[in-house]
């Protein structure tokens, strides 16, 4: 099975290095929903993308294509460094702030280890082609989100006309642009072992049960876990609130996002804009100095 290149160019790891000692919990002045909101991303990528990184790893051997296995292997290793990075500011929220986000990350751990793992429910079938399929898949509509939310992020001006910490800044948009350029990878994979349209409507349906969930619960885990003990207010107000001062994507934005993933047509080619996430990469402070290999701080 033959497909057009996933990427229109050869996807590099780059090995970038945040220094997070002058950057605060509430890194998002006066916002601390959307900070908290945002800070869920932490909570759930470290797991989630070496996830990523161990499905794909799996599948390799089994990819046919020479530019589709190219392509997988950029995105591991873009991944693998997002996950570590996503995982420095946890270390930081621990070690200079007293937050031990273990009681929540450790379920998040058993999420993809045992539940999307190689047993599910006790099951042995994680080297199965059905299985494999299903793991793509599931990777396939999380990467969706991802792009639309590094699209995002790229053109969140609320975000620095709040006054956002700057490394916690460029940590989201230098992620935010590599979701951008490597969008079409993990539909293209998920298409080329064989996914289904059906398959496609299934996967996205539970990941965004499974999303919303996560994040619900994630933000009140990290607004009880903050030293300041911000006021809790109800949800959905609070999310609307915060996207009218575009410090988050609008719900209905975020839901139309989802609905264009059914489209029987729907290319991941279509999300995002190439050209300005490799501008943002070009430009951007961490990637800057990882290639004089040192760490960007405030």
């Not at 990941?207 to 959905?236: E, K, S, T």
């Not at 996002?257 to 050209?275: I, K, L, V």
Request: hydrophobic content about 45%.
């Amino acid at each position: 099975m033959s497909h057009a290149p996933a990427s229109p160019h050869a996807l590099e790891p780059r090995h970038v290095k945040f220094d997070w000692r002058d950057t605060p919990v509430q890194w998002l002045p006066g916002d601390p929903f959307a900070n908290h909101t945002i800070n869920v991303l932490h909570l759930l990528f470290p797991a989630g993308e070496m996830w990523f990184c161990r499905v794909y790893n799996k599948v390799l051997p089994l990819i046919t294509d020479p530019q589709v296995h190219a392509d997988a292997k950029g995105f591991m290793r873009q991944e693998a460094i997002h996950a570590r990075s996503h995982e420095g500011v946890l270390k930081h929220y621990h070690g200079a702030h007293g937050i031990d986000t273990r009681p929540f990350t450790d379920q998040i751990d058993h999420l993809f280890k045992h539940v999307l793992g190689e047993a599910p429910f006790g099951w042995k079938i994680g080297h199965t082609r059905f299985w494999i399929r299903q793991q793509l898949g599931t990777i396939a509509a999380l990467e969706h989100f991802f792009g639309y939310l590094g699209h995002w992020v790229l053109n969140a001006k609320g975000l620095d006309e709040a006054g956002a910490d700057p490394v916690m800044l460029d940590l989201l948009r230098w992620h935010g642009a590599e979701e951008v350029e490597h969008r079409m990878v993990a539909h293209t994979l998920f298409k080329h072992m064989g996914g289904t349209y059906l398959e496609r409507v299934l996967h996205m349906l539970l990941v965004m049960g499974l999303l919303l969930h996560l994040i619900h619960r994630g933000n009140r885990f990290m607004m009880r876990a903050d030293p300041q003990r911000p006021r809790l207010r109800g949800f959905l107000g609070s999310w609307r609130a915060s996207a009218r001062g575009g410090r988050l994507p609008a719900l209905g934005h975020v839901i139309a996002a989802a609905a264009r993933y059914f489209a029987p047509r729907f290319t991941p080619g279509d999300e995002g804009d190439t050209e300005q996430a490799l501008a943002y990469l070009a430009s951007s402070p961490a990637a800057s100095a990882a290639q004089h290999g040192g760490a960007f701080r405030r």
